[in-house]
């Protein structure tokens, strides 16, 4: 393999593994293991497990951010763009290995004073409200941008619950609850 196809093998393998099992709970003969390279192959690509983590939690965002922007702009203009933020949500929670948001996931089981993970996340989560900010702009613009922004967090926040509590309770009423709130906001 070519040295980036190497390192993106083991960021899948890792993915795939932290996704699943957890950060904590997945170490790195494990990783190593599951992707079948020598220990000294990981170390040349990530020289930690917090390198392999940030990796995992871009692979993840970049998977996502392409995917959500393909489905929500494939959607007709107006309301129902707004409203396919769900209808992706429905779509991720019917995949057969879903199990929440990669990111929460994370952050759950890091120290608070991690702060390059935190940071990465925080960002994620950043330009995820400002995706959604620009949905709402474009297909329904309130008088300012600050309540465009607003808005965005609203929906942010239905979004975000939704994961969670769809995880918790292995259903998608969580999902349709929190799209019922979102077009009872917008209308």
């Known amino acids: 393999m070519k040295h980036s196809k190497i390192r993106d093998h083991i960021i899948q ?81 019917d995949q057969k290995d879903f199990n929440g948001c990669w990111c929460l996931n994370t952050y759950a089981e890091m120290p608070k004073e991690n702060e390059t993970v935190r940071f990465e996340i925080q960002q994620q989560k950043h330009d995820f409200i400002s995706f959604i900010q620009e949905v709402v702009a474009e297909n329904y613009n309130q008088d300012t941008e600050n309540e465009n922004k607003m808005l965005a967090r609203k929906i942010y926040l239905l979004y975000e619950g939704a994961i969670s509590e769809s995880k918790l309770h292995q259903n998608t009423w969580p999902i349709e609850a929190s799209l019922s709130l979102c077009e009872n906001i917008i209308e």
């Open 13 to 93: 393998t890792a993915s795939s593994l932290f996704y699943h099992k957890g950060y904590n709970l997945t170490g790195i003969n494990e990783i190593i293991k599951e992707a079948g390279i020598a220990k000294a192959t990981l170390y040349n690509h990530f020289p930690s497990k917090e390198d392999i983590c940030i990796a995992y939690l871009q692979f993840k965002n970049d998977t996502f951010t392409k995917d959500i922007r393909e489905f929500v702009y494939n959607a007709p203009v107006g309301k129902k763009r707004i409203y396919a933020l769900f209808d992706f949500l429905k779509l991720f929670f």
